[in-house]
């Protein structure tokens, strides 16, 4: 168990809808970070936010959006969803918001779009 | 940007023997941290081992080593005494110690599904 948390562990839903995941990060982690897992693209880093503020973004749709509330935890939210968003969407959270601090994965949620 | 390549989409070992998981990768940058990541039927992402580019040695955990060679961008895990446990899915990724623009995600390769054979 990594200490990291998403909710929830399956997803379905239909194309044209909106959702969200949720992530509570280990307790101290300041960063949190989204990955998509497709059959497609592989494993994609999407955003980081730190301490509540967008640090870095990776190949993240415009469809897609996620903030990091003060609490730290982090929502994910998926509009206008396809069929090509089916994945498996991963939270890490680390220490800090730099390199040398190891990211910790949650263990995912399985989103299933028809 | 950087990228990562696992050329072995399936590997196969038997029980208590070993085995070397292949990867390369492509960067311009002259430091950056390289990972293993194993990804058991449960989909969890477990960090295996890490290896810091500026160090010359070969990182180890265990019965998990790695061949870092910088200079042909190669790093590849070998997995001693290959255990029934061991079967998963193995990542390597890449991650630039350069904060902001993306550079703190990682960059994942396809992957390296392993077999255990009893």
């Known amino acids: 168990d990594s200490g990291v948390t998403q909710t929830p562990k399956h997803l379905i839903t239909a194309t044209g809808q909106r959702v969200t995941l949720r992530c509570s990060p280990r307790s101290g982690d300041l960063s949190v970070y989204w990955y998509q897992q497709s059959l497609d693209q592989g494993l994609q880093f999407l955003i980081q936010y730190y301490n509540g503020e967008e640090r870095a973004k990776g190949n993240i749709l415009e469809r897609f959006s996620a903030q990091q509330f003060p609490d730290l935890h982090s929502e994910l939210n998926l509009s206008s969803l396809e069929l090509g968003d089916s994945a498996l969407y991963f939270c890490?959270?680390?220490?800090?918001?730099?390199?040398?601090?190891?990211?910790?994965f949650g263990p995912g949620t399985r989103l299933t779009v028809t | 940007a950087q990228t990562v390549t696992q050329s072995q989409p399936e590997m196969s070992v038997q029980e208590a023997e070993t085995v070397t998981l292949s990867c390369t990768y492509d960067t311009s940058e002259s430091d950056y941290y390289l990972f293993w990541y194993k990804q058991p039927p449960s989909r969890q992402m477990i960090l295996v081992i890490r290896?810091?580019?500026?160090?010359?040695q070969n990182a180890t955990e265990n019965r998990f080593s790695v061949n870092f060679q910088k200079a042909a961008k190669s790093f590849s895990l070998k997995i001693s005494d290959s255990q029934l446990g061991d079967a998963a899915m193995y990542f390597c990724?890449?991650?630039?110690?350069?904060?902001?623009?993306?550079?703190?995600?990682?960059?994942f390769g396809k992957g390296t599904h392993l077999i255990i054979q009893p």
């Open positions: 890490a959270s680390s220490v800090g918001g730099g390199s040398p601090y190891e990211q910790y």
């Open positions: 290896q810091e580019a500026y160090k010359q």
């Open positions: 990724a890449y991650r630039s110690v350069y904060s902001g623009g993306g550079a703190d995600g990682l960059t």
